[in-house]
C-alpha cells in the first residue's frame, strides 16, 4: 500500500474519483449528495460511482442537474456491480436464523432493553453487519478490483459498511478515504480513552443515557468488552475472513480499520462537534456537518402534500428505509398519534387544527382500516374526506423537503443517521425527547402521546424549539456538509 500522496506531477489536471457504495438509503444519500456538490465545486472532475444497479437513475439525474446547469460538465461514470446487495445478504442471514416471515431489525432488537436482551441484540449486529459470506463477498471484491482497474482513479472514497469496497481499497494500492453518514463517535472512537469508551460512552444497544449513570457504567464497561469479544469470536466474521485471506492472500478490512498510517486518509463524517458526542477529533477525522443533498422545495415535486402540509402544524413520522412495521405496532403508534392530537385539541381548542404524516413500511400484508389503526383517528372525526391524517408507503418528496416545508411541528423518527442530521432530534442537545425511555426500543401508545405531547404543546417545547433553532444557525456557518465534503475530497486529490 502506498504510504504517501501522489506527487502533483502525477495526478491528472482533470481529478479522477471513483466512489464505492452500498445502496441503502442511509448509506448512498452521503455519496450522492457528495456526488452533486463535486461536480458543483469542479464540473470537470472525471467521477466515478460504483454501486448496484438501483442507483443507476439517481446518479443520471445528479449528472443531468450538473450539464443543465454547465453544459461542459463531465458526466458520472455509472459502474454497476453484480452481486447481492447489502440488504439481501442481511435479509437472508436473518431469515436463515429466526425464520422466512423474519426481517430486520431482529427479535432481540424490538424488545425491551435488559441485560439479555442488549447481548442478544449485540450478538446478531456481529453476526448480521458484515452480510456477505465468503464466496458472496468475493464475487462483490472482485467485481470492484476489476472497476478500480479499469478506472485507475487518483482517489477511492468507500462506503465504511461495504466491507469488500473497504477492503480492495486498501488492496489497491491507490489513496483512499472513507465518507459516513454516522457520527464523529463511530470516526473517532478509537482515538478516545479506554475509561471513556468503557465508562463514559453509552454501549450499543444499552439505551443509557449520556454520561452513562455511575451505578451503570460497571454493566456499560460489561457490554463495550462483550461487544469486542463477538466481533473477535463471531463465527461468521471468523469464516470469511479466513476464506478472504486464503483466496487474496490479504487480510479482509473492516470499519475498524483506519487507513491512519497512509497521509491521505480521511474519514468524512456527517457530523459537527456542536450536535456530537463531546470527545477529541483526531486528525483524520473530517466533521462536515450533516451531508445532506439540498432537495427541491416541497411546491416543486409534490404541490398537492405541500398544500395539505400548509394547512396547519404537522407530527412527521418516518422511521427510515428498513424498519417494517408489524400490524400490532401500526395500531400502537395510531393510537399513540390519536391520543396525542385529542389533548392537543382539548388543550389548544383554537389553535390551527394539527396533522399526521405518516410513511409506514409494512411487515406482511394488511389493511389499516382491518387492523384497527383508522379506528382511533376515525374517533377524532377523521373521516376520509376530513384527511387530517396522511398515511403513505412512499413519498415523493425528500424528506429534506418535507422539513423545511414550514409547519412540520415535529418529526418522529427511529434514530438512524439520516434521520439524526434531517431533524437533529436528541435528548442530550435538549431539542427532543425519547419516546419510549421507559420500554425502549420497544414504544408504548401511553408514554409514546405523553413525550409527543410534551415537545409539542409541554412547558419545554418553546425552549426545545429555541435550541433546535441556535442549532441549526451552527450548521449553517459551518456551510453545505456535501460542499465541506467535497472540498475536502478535491484537496485530497490535489496533495
Known sequence: MNSHCPSRDNVLPTPRILFATNSERGQCGVFLATARALLCSNPHTDLHFASFAILQKDVEAISREALCEDP???????????????????????????????????????????????????????????????????KLYDCLNDIIESVMPDLIIVDVLMTPAVTAAWNSGIPFSYLS????????????????????????????????????????????LYLLYRLLREPSLSTTKRFIE????????????????????????????????????????????????EGPPIFEVDRQLAVWLSKGPTVYVNLGSLYKMSEERAEELAKALAETLTEVDKLQPDAPQMQVLWKLKKLGDYELAASGCTEYFYRLGDAPNNDRVRIVDWLVAPPISILRAGNIACSVHHGGANSYNEALLVEMLGIGLHGCRNTQPVFHSEELSRQLLRVLIGNGAKEMKMKALKLAAVCEQYGSGPKIAAEGILKLVAK
Not at 432488537?109 to 463477498?137: K, N
Not at 468503557?198 to 444497544?205: D, E, Q, T
Not at 474519514?267 to 462536515?288: A, H, R
Open 72 to 138: 461542459t460538465a463531465t458526466p458520472i461514470v455509472f459502474h454497476s456491480i453484480n452481486a447481492k446487495t447489502h440488504t439481501e445478504v442481511v435479509t437472508a442471514n436473518i431469515v436463515a436464523s429466526y425464520g422466512k416471515a423474519a426481517s430486520f431489525p431482529t427479535p432481540a432488537m424490538t424488545q425491551s432493553f435488559s441485560i439479555t436482551t442488549t447481548m442478544e441484540a449485540i450478538r446478531d449486529i456481529c453476526g448480521f453487519l458484515l452480510g456477505w459470506d465468503g464466496p458472496e463477498f468475493m
Open 181 to 224: 453518514p454516522n457520527s464523529i463517535k463511530d470516526a473517532a472512537g478509537k482515538s478516545q480513552s479506554r475509561f471513556d469508551l468503557l465508562f463514559k460512552y453509552p454501549a450499543l444497544f444499552s439505551g443509557f443515557r449520556y454520561p452513562v449513570p455511575w451505578r451503570l457504567k460497571p454493566l456499560n464497561a460489561f457490554f463495550v
Open 246 to 293: 486464503e483466496k487474496t492472500g490479504k487480510p479482509m478490512k473492516t470499519l475498524s480499520d483506519r487507513g491512519t498510517d497512509f497521509a491521505c486518509f480521511k474519514f468524512f463524517v456527517s457530523s459537527l462537534p456542536e450536535i456530537d458526542f463531546p470527545m477529541s477529533i483526531p486528525p483524520y477525522v473530517v466533521p462536515c456537518g450533516p451531508i445532506i443533498a
